[in-house]
């Protein structure tokens, strides 16, 4: 399965493009199908039909693997972050989706999701729910990282830098590790911190790329008004719609380097668009209660 390349505009002395891996497959888009491909090959052909997972109020994540779950007829185990959550799936786009894809979805605090990693912690998930397949919370893993490195083809080594917005780091990891010599990878942290660094290093002998957080707008999944304009305005000028957690981070991100001239003149920039549309709805609601300005859909 390809994605195609889409031309955005000639700014100035850049060509930008955006590669639409969020066209990819309409359920699994983007980097979760990208993720999630050779792990579910292997459950697939496992005697355990179990997965349990972990994440957020508006994880991509989450919706990916209950959707995957659906569609292959395997058991799914959403291990969810905050108990307060408990009482209002009805009102989160995200949880009512996956629950409706029949994931089943359990609630724990913030202290214990925080030991999700914990040997003890997942011993006494085994206890509970039986043998199943951990798929890590946004779903890195070295088969995530294999299916990632698909993202890239042939034809991309004729952009000088690759833009991808970055998470856990698995994503842009895959990327990187199929860099031609004369590219540069930059990663947009929609987190605070560049601590996915060490972890693209250490999955791959490339050196040629480097993460920002200067674009994360006060952390995971914050947002203001100027990004909300920025998202609707880019929307109605190109067509393509950008999620506010990643995508639309890293293209405001790309658009202000680019005024500031970071990137070499006359070089040509893809940007990966990884998918998350899904997390909008949820968004809204949340821009709805403190009365900014909404996400065109």
Not at 23 to 47: A, C, D, H, T, V
Not at 93 to 109: N, V
Not at 235 to 253: C, E, F, I, R, S
Not at 255 to 263: A, G, S, V
Request: net charge positive; proline share 2%; with cysteine.
């Amino acid at each position: 399965m390809k994605s195609i390349n889409q031309p955005i505009t000639l700014l100035n002395n850049w060509e930008l493009s955006i590669k639409r891996e969020d066209l990819l497959m309409p359920e699994i888009s983007g980097n979760k199908f990208r993720k999630l491909k050779y792990q579910l090959q292997q459950i697939k052909g496992s005697e355990i039909k179990t997965i349990i997972t972990f994440g957020g109020a508006f994880s991509n994540h989450i919706a990916a693997v209950a959707t995957a779950g659906k569609k292959y007829n395997l058991k799914t185990i959403g291990i969810i972050r905050g108990e307060e959550l408990r009482s209002k799936i009805s009102g989160n786009p995200t949880l009512s989706y996956a629950e409706k894809q029949g994931m089943q979805l359990e609630f724990i605090s913030r202290e214990a999701y925080r030991m999700k990693e914990n040997e003890e912690f997942i011993s006494q998930l085994k206890e509970t729910y039986g043998q199943f397949h951990l798929i890590p919370e946004g779903g890195t893993n070295d088969l995530a990282i294999k299916g990632c490195a698909e993202i890239l083809t042939l034809e991309d080594t004729a952009f000088d830098y690759i833009c991808v917005a970055v998470g856990t780091g698995g994503t842009m990891a895959g990327i990187v590790s199929t860099l031609a010599s004369n590219q540069f990878a930059l990663g947009f942290s929609a987190l605070k911190g560049t601590f996915q660094k060490k972890f693209v290093a250490q999955q791959t002998t490339q050196e040629n790329f480097e993460i920002t957080d200067s674009y994360n707008f006060g952390g995971y999944a914050k947002i203001d008004s100027d990004l909300v304009r920025f998202i609707n305005t880019f929307k109605a000028q190109h067509g393509v719609l950008l999620d506010p957690v990643y995508t639309g981070k890293m293209m405001y991100g790309i658009y202000d380097l680019i005024e500031k001239q970071y990137f070499k003149k006359n070089s040509r920039i893809l940007a990966v668009h990884t998918g998350g549309l899904q997390g909008i709805a949820g968004m809204n609601l949340m821009l709805q209660r403190k009365n900014l300005p909404l996400i065109d859909v």
